[in-house]
């Protein structure tokens, strides 16, 4: 059973920069790939960014140049660097993984509040 725990979310003004942690325990993230989601309100969830086990990133344009996707595989944790933060950027922010391609696991979330 992998668990998911995101960490780092808070308000911060337009401009500013955060960095969200997740801390994956059940499996070691050097053998999966890592995503973060985001979801902000009355909006669907989507994709920000993503790591390979091979150390690939992407991005969507929304973010890209802005938020780096990192993972720290002796701690088993994985990161999103988030610089240059706009209102827009206001959301939940997951973490996911998906698990031989069956089993997708999510985070319970942390609020990022971006003020303008």
């Known amino acids: 059973q992998v668990q998911l725990v995101e960490s780092g979310g808070g308000l911060v003004q337009a401009g500013g920069s955060l960095r969200l942690s997740c801390a994956v325990s059940?499996?070691?993230?050097?053998?999966?790939?890592m995503s973060w989601y985001r979801q902000a309100p009355r909006k669907q969830r989507e994709w920000v960014a993503s790591i390979t086990t091979g150390g690939s990133t992407n991005y969507p344009s929304s973010v890209k140049g802005r938020f780096t996707i990192s993972r720290d595989n002796a701690k088993n944790t994985v990161y999103l660097q988030m610089n240059s933060l706009k209102p827009e950027d206001t959301a939940v922010y997951y973490c996911?993984?998906?698990?031989?391609?069956?089993?997708?696991?999510w985070g319970e979330g942390t609020l990022v509040t971006v003020s303008s």
């Open positions: 059940g499996d070691s993230i050097s053998d999966l790939t």
């Open positions: 996911n993984t998906v698990l031989r391609g069956i089993w997708t696991y």
